[in-house]
């Protein structure tokens, strides 16, 4: 395995390194491994992508889901209410879960005078649990929301990366994590589908993969 990739990993656990505190290092050893395989592929990639169920067995139990907006690091200010509502139409549409609604979730919040879902307190998953009947919480980071925008002669593609997480409402656990980055004009080289333009289809396709993944 090469110095890149190794470099690599050790950025991606540093910059979720929330999540792989509570990770097995045989959970940390198969993200490097994964990492390097894709490396090793000689043809363009149109995303990045790391998926791991850490509890599957516990993660085969969950039906109620509460989704926490995404803690925005875009310039888009709004990204989190676009990726959240995304992401509760793709856990409906699975049919395996039944999410609680945005809105419910979002004001259950501000009732409680919660401003940030970076993380999620021992507290804050309890009382989850409580109103809704939850078995978890998914929450995560929306790092890039990147429009494409032709009007200001823009050259860049549309680009989202987003990363998110499922807790244990019970336990606090990481049951799955998952982090994915794309690249519309990406998808356009390797697959020739025609170019991603708009960052809500990204986050679609994002969602979607996340939602399978569990």
């Known amino acids: 395995m090469n110095r890149s990739i190794i470099s690599r990993a050790r950025k991606l656990i540093a910059k979720e390194s929330l999540v792989y505190a509570t990770l097995p290092a045989w959970t940390i050893i198969i993200i490097v491994v994964a990492m390097g395989a894709v490396a090793g592929c000689g043809v363009p990639r149109p995303r990045e992508q790391t998926a791991v169920a850490v509890h599957r067995d516990r993660l085969r139990q969950i039906k109620r889901i509460v989704v926490l907006p995404f803690y925005n690091l875009s310039e888009r200010i709004d990204a989190e209410i676009i990726v959240g509502n995304i992401l509760i139409s793709e856990l409906s549409r699975s049919g395996r879960f039944s999410p609680v609604k945005y809105g419910d979730v979002q004001e259950f919040l501000r009732q409680q005078k919660i401003q940030s879902t970076e993380t999620a ?29 032709p009007e200001r ?62």
Request: charged residues 30%; aromatic residues 10%.
């Open 121 to 149: 307190t021992t507290e804050l998953l309890k009382a989850l649990r409580d109103r809704f009947s939850a078995q978890a919480v998914m929450l995560g980071t929306i790092i890039t929301y990147r429009e494409w925008s």
């Open 153 to 214: 002669g823009d050259k860049q593609p549309a680009m989202v990366e987003i990363s998110a997480r499922l807790l244990d409402c019970e336990t606090g656990q990481t049951l799955w994590f998952a982090r994915q980055k794309r690249d519309g004009q990406r998808e356009k080289i390797l697959f020739d589908f025609g170019e991603s333009r708009f960052c809500s289809q990204l986050v679609q396709k994002v969602v979607r993969e996340f939602v399978d993944s569990l």
